[in-house]
């Protein structure tokens, strides 16, 4: 019995030898990226400390009382900087899309809906959101179209609005025009619309396409989001310059920092995670 | 000959000065299984999108059922879901589940509901034995399978045409029985077929006429044993031969 049936794999000695020369190798690569890791950050440490100024720097960028004392002004500004992203980003994937799904139109009849989509996203991804800010936060109130006061935010969120949907229209664009003909041709065969068609079978597959790039100016939302503090609206970004002002140190704006960055990391974690995914389906070499 | 269908009355079609189809007229009676060769090129893949309006002709007339779809004022994505097409690389659509691929149709352009949608769904897929496959994406499928998921989405909202274009031409030999075995079955049934083929010898066997396409022009129709047994035209015994070589 033993004879005809054969025993489950036991590695060789060849075998056995070359994984433990993997294993001498790895261990010795890994001691060398430690060591010289540390090498690098006491180097750096020490000629921090050592610079002339460091004492005050340290003082006035990275004080703990200060940092205590702006903590619940800054986190409440930066809860609203958390409520102009979700309500902004929300408006981006609407408008976005509307302006990419007017700028692949075809045909004749469109061509003032398609030159008015090709016009606005040429005026608003070469004008900095600085200045588009300043003229929808300041120029359209001016104009006294209500009775009552809309907040700064509000303004903020609009601006923010107005230029990502830009950046996002032209990135959809992009995952439109990159959706095969053949899964136009085989829709539209079925005798699905055209705005079926778009809706049900290329958008999907576009967006599919192009998340990475639809996540990377999300990132850069988040921060951007900060930018409405030049109106006057309290966020974190304001609310630190105000932290700053009364008690004649930096430290507020660290803080504010520190806390746009932990927002902004898990998105950026996600987006290269997903890019990888995506990459190695795609290199997997299936057309489907 | 039964009743017809489709027909195609001096069709015209060029792209950019390049002459495709040039006054082609073509008949498909009801429950008939119509075959279509000729070499690449000669304008086949071209009649079949004229015929449903997926490219607009030049010249000529279309009848389907007695309606003149080639006229202007007719809604074209009605008409074509009165055709079913199945293309040379499937088309499925990969986002959607093999189900969501087949009642895709049913539900937006027929108005089914989802239940009733899914239930013809499910009752094409297990004829085709791929019920398992339901909820997975067609990447997981074989060509063979997909073309099968293909063709039943095609048929799957009872087309009064079928027009195949090319189908088995992108498939392992290994699959092609599979497919064919499946266009028989629906030809036996009495769906009415057109079929762009470079299969000599599924066209002799299932389908009732064989129509020889070159250069834009039909050269010569006929049974199969008339056109494959004694051709009469010189076009057509050359491309024969170099089939049979």
């Not at chain 1, 936060?137 to 969120?157: K, M």
């Not at chain 1, 396409?209 to 109106?231: E, H, R, Y």
């Not at chain 2, 079929?195 to 000599?200: D, N, V």
């Not at chain 2, 299932?206 to 834009?216: I, N, P, Q, S, Y």
């Amino acid at each position: 019995m033993t004879d005809n049936v054969r025993d489950a794999w036991r590695p060789s000695e060849i075998e056995l030898g070359r994984r433990a020369f993997r294993r001498r190798q790895t261990g010795r690569s890994v001691a060398i990226a430690v060591a010289s890791t540390v090498v690098f950050a006491v180097i750096v440490w020490i000629t921090l400390i050592n610079t002339p100024g460091w004492s005050t720097v340290q003082q006035s960028f990275f004080d703990p009382a200060t940092w205590a004392k702006a903590w619940p002004r800054v986190f409440g500004g930066f809860l609203l900087n958390i409520k102009v992203l979700v309500v902004a980003a929300a408006g981006v994937a609407v408008f976005g899309t509307l302006l990419a799904a007017l700028r692949t139109t075809r045909g004749p009849v469109f061509f003032p809906l398609r030159a008015l989509a090709a016009g606005y996203t040429d005026l608003f991804r070469g004008l900095p959101l600085i200045i588009v800010l300043y003229l929808v936060g300041f120029g359209i109130p001016g104009l006294r179209l209500t009775q009552t006061r809309i907040p700064a935010e509000v303004w903020g969120t609009i601006a923010l609005i107005l230029t990502y949907s830009a950046y996002v229209a032209e990135v959809i664009r992009a995952g439109i025009e990159a959706v095969h003909p053949s899964q136009v041709l085989a829709s539209r065969a079925l005798g699905l619309s055209r705005v079926a068609t778009l809706r049900l079978v290329v958008l999907p597959q576009a967006i599919r396409k192009v998340t990475p790039a639809l996540m990377n100016d999300f990132i850069s939302m988040q921060k951007d989001v900060g930018l409405i503090s030049v109106l006057g609206a309290i966020d974190a970004v304001r609310a630190a310059q105000i932290e700053t002002a009364t008690a004649f140190d930096f430290t507020p704006y660290v803080l504010a920092g520190v806390l746009f960055v932990l927002l902004a990391l898990p998105m950026i974690r996600l987006t290269d995670w997903y890019s990888a995914r995506l990459r190695r389906r795609e290199q997997m070499g299936g057309l489907s | 000959m039964s009743r017809i269908v489709l027909r195609g009355e001096n069709l015209w079609k060029s792209f950019d000065r390049r002459e495709v189809l040039r006054g082609i007229d073509i008949e498909l009676g009801s429950h008939e299984v119509v075959a279509l060769i000729g070499s690449s090129g000669s304008g086949k893949s071209t009649l079949l999108r004229c015929l449903n309006l997926l490219e607009p002709i030049d010249d000529g007339r279309i009848l389907l059922n007695d309606d003149d779809i080639s006229d202007p004022r007719v809604k074209v994505d009605a008409v074509r879901a009165r055709f079913g097409v199945v293309f040379q690389a499937y088309n499925l659509f990969p986002h959607l589940t093999v189900l969501q691929n087949i009642t895709i149709a049913l539900r937006t352009v027929h108005r089914l509901g989802r239940s009733d949608a899914d239930a013809e769904g499910m009752r094409l897929l297990e004829r085709i034995g791929l019920a398992d496959k339901a909820r997975v994406h067609p990447d997981r499928l074989s060509g063979g399978q997909q073309q099968r998921a293909a063709i039943v989405r095609a048929v799957a909202s009872k087309p009064e045409v079928l027009l195949l274009d090319e189908i088995t031409s992108a498939l392992d030999p290994e699959l092609v029985g599979e497919v064919l075995a499946l266009v028989r079955e629906l030809g036996n049934e009495g769906t009415t077929i057109l079929m762009a083929t470079h299969e000599m010898a599924f066209a002799r066997e299932v389908a009732d006429r064989v129509l020889f396409l070159d250069a834009g022009v039909i050269v010569e129709q006929g049974t199969p044993a008339q056109l494959f047994g004694a051709p009469k035209e010189a076009r057509t015994r050359d491309f024969l031969r170099r089939f049979a070589a």
